[in-house]
Structure formats: structure tokens, C-alpha cells
């Protein structure tokens, strides 16, 4: 999605700023995730603004808060 290079976590980002490539240990897949496909913008933690009119290119991470089902 941009240049950046995914970030791989130990532990989430809890409230910290996460790219879509990025992944950790919480990743829990929304139910229109691709399967093949793992990364911050798939997961059910991550708030994108996904349902807004505009989607945000950075997220925050809002475990163990759940976003999107």
C-alpha cells in the first residue's frame, strides 16, 4: 500500500500508530479478510476508519478493543 517496510511486533501497538503491512502476535483477521493476506489493515484491532468516508493511510491499534468484526 505505500513504501513502507511492514513492521513485525513482539507485542501489539497498543494505542501506537501501525501501517497496514505491520503484524503481531494479536492479529485476529476481520471476516472480510483475504486469508493470504496478514497485516495490521486485515485485523480486527486495527481502527483505519475503515467505515468512514475516508480511510486513514496510518492506523492506530486499539487492542484488545475490537474495531471491525
Known amino acids: 500500500m ?3 517496510k511492514a513492521n513485525e511486533y513482539d ?3 497498543r494505542e501506537g500508530s501501525v501501517w497496514p503491512e505491520d503484524i503481531c502476535p494479536a492479529y485476529t ?3 472480510d ?3 493470504s493476506i496478514k497485516g495490521c489493515w486485515y ?3 486495527a481502527d483505519f476508519h475503515l467505515k468512514e468516508e475516508r480511510a486513514l493511510e496510518v492506523g492506530i ?3 484488545p478493543k475490537k474495531i471491525i468484526e
Request: positive net charge; hydrophobic residues 30%; contains cysteine.
Open 2 to 4: 505505500g513504501d513502507n
Open 11 to 13: 507485542v501489539p501497538k
Open 29 to 31: 483477521p476481520r471476516e
Open 33 to 35: 479478510a483475504i486469508p
Open 43 to 45: 485485523c480486527k484491532y
Open 61 to 63: 491499534c486499539m487492542w
